[in-house]
T-cell receptor, first 111, second 115 residues
């Protein structure tokens, strides 16, 4: 059973702080990893994709991948109240677009 | 704008009836689409892989006779919930992989309420 695990939260951080979201996955052959943001009642929207070990930065967001530890993380710098949402980690196991999602981490950024 | 569109955005149906949800790729051909279901406060659960011109591949525990998937063209997949019951009420989301092989687009989702 391929699994993707996240802390469900809620994770609460003050405005301007760094929010750290973590994800582990079970299948070592996984190659593609994604972070999605989902607002209540809406479809997920892609924040970051990462394919290689190391860090990938895009604006206030940094994704980190460690394939040896089967670990993916997302850092959000200078968190804003508008970042409050559920963040979903997803793994593409077979490179064909079939994503397995974690349970999501609810983030709350307090003004 | 959206590159994968779902219709309807929300639907209410009576228990025992069937309801069809459409998923369209708007500016690219998608040989493969995916259908997910999401219950409140839960994550997206993959239901099935929709393959153009062939039968869908269902995930374990998903009833293929209840959730009929048809992918008759390269831009359209449909999910029909047959003999719907209140426990089928959920948020149904489709996705499609772009021809670049890497980019995955999600539809806006369809809320189904069975009363």
């Amino acid at each position: 059973q391929k699994e993707v695990e996240q802390n469900s939260g809620p994770l609460s951080v003050p405005e301007g702080a760094i929010a750290s979201l973590n994800c582990t996955y079970s299948d070592r052959v996984s190659q593609s990893f994604f972070w999605y943001r989902q607002y209540s009642g809406k479809s997920p929207e892609l924040i970051m994709s990462i394919y290689s070990n190391g860090d990938k930065e895009d604006g206030r967001f940094t994704a980190q991948l460690n394939k040896a530890s089967q670990y993916v993380s997302l850092l959000i710098r200078d968190s804003q109240p508008s970042d409050s949402a559920t963040y979903l980690c997803a793994v593409n196991y077979n490179q064909g677009g079939k994503l397995i999602f974690g349970q999501g981490t609810e983030l709350s950024v307090k003004p | 704008g959206a590159v994968v569109s779902q219709h309807p955005s929300w639907v209410i149906c009576k228990s025992g009836t069937s309801v069809k949800i459409e998923c369209r790729s708007l500016d690219f051909q998608a040989t493969t689409m995916f259908w997910y279901r999401q219950f409140p406060k839960q994550s997206l659960m993959l239901m099935a892989t929709s393959n153009e011109g062939s039968k869908a591949t269902y995930e374990q525990g998903v009833e293929k006779d209840k959730f009929l998937i048809n992918h008759a063209s390269l831009t359209l997949s449909t999910l029909t919930v047959t003999s719907a019951h209140p426990e089928d009420s959920s948020f149904y989301i489709c996705s499609a992989i772009h021809r670049d092989g890497n980019t995955i687009y999600f539809g806006e989702g369809s809320w189904l309420t069975v009363v």
